[in-house]
């Protein structure tokens, strides 16, 4: 091509960019024949009026595009004589198509370690509520909207006079949930040992990064929830299988020395509901306070306790330091909130907030002040009070429909509270096959043996109640039955 | 003790307990007794009705607390014989004062080596916009706090209908980002590449934490962000500084092979104001594209240049896909608002979503719908344009009073834009020493060597301009000559 020539081609990208303005197109298709060599180095470039003319583009469109060019040196302009495609160009060779849409490189796709491990994590990730029966799907519909809309409008009028400089959260937030926690509770805590985060699950993840390298051992629950062993398998720790028994967690005198940090749910086993009993919770916290090793307590729905007042944290008891306390607003209130807490012994203080600010930044003020001032109303713990009695109804009538229609196949594991209920399958049947056939039907219940590590896994569903209306559990139940006569 | 006496000393935590209801303060109280040992097991509770009035409390009261012991476990009853405190308490034997607010045990502080490389991090968190002449402080009374406003109501009143289940970020948010980014920024992208973080200290970290292992090397600008440095160093990666000069991130040739991967801000490098240049952009492209390596493209404030239109991102020139853009709002916006993004090759989309799904979670709806919608009605664009017009006359003015009063001790480091000006010192002059005497008089520039890793630190001071009207930047710019003056 002589330098000189000018390509007609040059300008068909211009017809392709929608929604782009007329001078970046422009600018982008000259830059493109530049950097593919179809402009090759010192060619001159028409002058703008001509080439504005030829293009049916304003001067200005043409003379903007030019000015881009100039600025990211890819022309120079000779005084007098114009515009030419600047040398320096072509220095690295002719990379081809920039602006097409680039094809995927699969070859080197060069990932650490970490991210290998994560990739399985990937079919955790369900959208909410649009299966029925869903387990730690809360009551949707019965969300207080307009109280809450209220609570954000005041946050969006109030966020301008916060700057968030603690590190740890909106002050206000904390208040609240330190005053929350001790009453209903019984946690031991000030406001400036409340970190918040954007839900309890990177709050568990902070923590475990903290307190385990690489390598070592802790001790997780048999069976357990997914993002404690996802969290668990990203960090590359070793874990060490702690079964649960009715009494709940149970850390053998043979075994303790083996790890010196503890997940555990003390309140409600996730997913089995069995409750850590007060001989095992000392003796834990014995263990923990001798060996100084650390207890992490995920107590994610305790406040749905059905056969009683809400049993006193672990935390609570804790004389020692020893334990990290995390909770969540997302199963109690609303998933779209993500909001989450962590309780930090004073010493865990500067230390996590420092590592949360580097690596998992600030939670937006907007949600934390709107949730502090819906707190501040009384409207979170009335909904409290209110889903615990909807929950409470709706976990009767669950257990009431099993055992009218699928009593001969599944046996209930007793459990104070929650959001869902677990059953045992009887011999002979596989709880993935069920689940496989039940979400083809839209049931969304999950199979039991998915929260075991261990081959020892127990075959068993676990069926969500807390989102869900009469209509809704007798549809399921309906869909459940039919899949059960015909295996 | 004998096993019937009634320990009085019990009651006294019971004044102590302000804001907790009478039957939670007399189960703590009862609690610690037995814990303690006061009460040992077996010991026989007090009917309700004398304890109640000897406490003078309402017998409800008593029974409610005696119902918690009960429900912990602490005490059983006896079939007509009344409560007695149960065996099962004492067998860890008595832990000490539960309800007090518990010592510190520094002794065993076991963190992981994590947690150890993070600790010198702490001092970078600094309160926004408490000193004049902060760098990366923004206009905060120019923000449009009206406008906004109606946006966060806009979104309070829609978020209920937002079921975030793509894990990667408000769709409505990811169209507004994407479409932004091609017109302004030249990046090539589509909704489904960007994934939304609460700030692009985040993004980076997960991007390195998902492309490097532990010990493995990475090219870092020298000098570079804190933040970036300080990301590098929790990954435990092995940091190659590649230094700045005229032309931006000089990577030698001789160099290439040490690593796969470089942390780069090609716009206008931090804190130096360095713009890379577009021969350097082609060879860093290339040398990505030929050994199959990453390049984390970090974009922070490109929208405040002055001298001519935006550069085109480093991203938009990529046609191999090994580019990973990084962008915030907190800079251009403000810094509450908490909401960054990453726009990721296709095949980093889906590893990158489930890494941010277990270890950091997803960002609160609220704040990003109130964006997406903030910025569909233009507020964004303008309030950029703006800020630009604002900014380009406060660093102009800046340049004026220090070439009025300062000259003689500073040395200005051209940048096209930006929101702080570099200024190298003179010899003799300590930046470390300037700094700590301008923070005792309310001024919070920082001092270049701290930018620096290697030995060869220049010295020099970055004083931040966007966010400090006349009248502040004369109050500063008169304590620094000050301090010069009696250095």
């Not at 968030?164 to 330190?178: D, K, T, W």
């Not at 069926?463 to 295996?487: K, V």
Request: aromatic residues 10%.
């Amino acid at each position: 091509m002589s330098k000189n020539e000018f390509p007609s081609e040059l300008f068909l990208p211009l017809l392709q960019e929608a929604n782009v303005p007329r001078y970046i197109a422009l600018f982008r298709a000259l830059r493109q024949s530049i950097i593919e060599g179809k402009l090759i180095a010192g060619a001159k470039l028409p002058a703008s009026r001509p080439l504005a003319q030829s293009l049916k583009l304003s001067r200005n469109t043409v003379k903007s595009a030019f000015e881009l060019l100039l600025a990211e040196g890819y022309i120079e302009t000779r005084r007098g004589s114009g515009s030419f495609v600047s040398d320096s160009v072509c220095v690295a060779g002719p990379t081809a198509n920039v602006i097409q849409n680039r094809p995927v490189t699969k070859s080197s796709a060069k990932l650490s370690n970490l991210a290998e491990r994560l990739n399985w994590q990937s079919h955790h990730k369900v959208p909410y509520a649009k299966y029925l029966l869903e387990p730690a799907i809360p009551a949707l519909a019965e969300f207080p909207w307009i109280k809450w809309q209220r609570a954000v409008n005041y946050a969006g009028r109030v966020m301008k006079h916060e700057m968030e400089s603690s590190g740890l959260g909106s002050l206000q937030l904390r208040v609240q949930i330190a005053s929350y926690l001790q009453v209903v509770r019984g946690v031991n805590c000030h406001e400036n040992n409340i970190l918040v985060f954007s839900g309890s699950q990177q709050a568990i993840y902070l923590s475990l990064q903290l307190l385990l390298d690489p390598g070592e051992s802790v001790f997780v629950e048999e069976p357990c929830y997914f993002g404690i062993d996802g969290a668990v398998n990203a960090i590359g720790a070793n874990k060490i299988l702690i079964d649960i028994d009715q009494q709940g967690f149970n850390l053998k005198e043979e075994k303790q020395h083996q790890a010196n940090l503890a997940v555990v749910t003390p309140s409600r086993n996730y997913p089995l509901g069995t409750t850590l009993s007060l001989q095992r919770r000392i003796a834990l916290l014995q263990w923990a306070k001798d060996s100084g090793s650390w207890i992490i307590e995920d107590d994610y729905d305790s406040e749905f306790r059905f056969d009683g007042p809400p049993l006193t944290s672990l935390q609570g008891l804790d004389s020692a330091q020893r334990v990290i306390y995390a909770g969540t607003f997302s199963r109690i209130l609303h998933p779209s909130i993500r909001i989450g807490y962590l309780v930090l012994p004073d010493q865990l203080v500067q230390p996590f907030s420092c590592a949360k600010a580097l690596m998992q930044g600030n939670v937006s003020i907007l949600p934390q002040l709107a949730l502090a001032q819906f707190m501040a109303a009384g409207h979170f713990s009335s909904h409290v009070r209110r889903m615990r009695k909807l929950y409470h109804g709706r976990r009767n009538l669950l257990q009431e429909l099993v055992a009218q229609y699928l009593c001969e196949y599944l046996t209930l594991v007793p459990s104070d509270g929650g959001m869902h209920c677990v059953y045992l399958l009887g011999a002979g049947y596989s709880d993935k096959v069920i689940c496989q056939r039940a979400r083809a039907l839209g049931v969304g219940i999950k199979n039991l043996s998915d929260y075991y590590s261990s081959d020892n896994k127990s075959q068993g569903i676990v069926i969500g109640f807390a989102g869900f209306n009469e209509q809704q559990q007798r549809r399921a139940i309906r869909a459940l039955e039919s899949i059960f006569s015909e295996y």
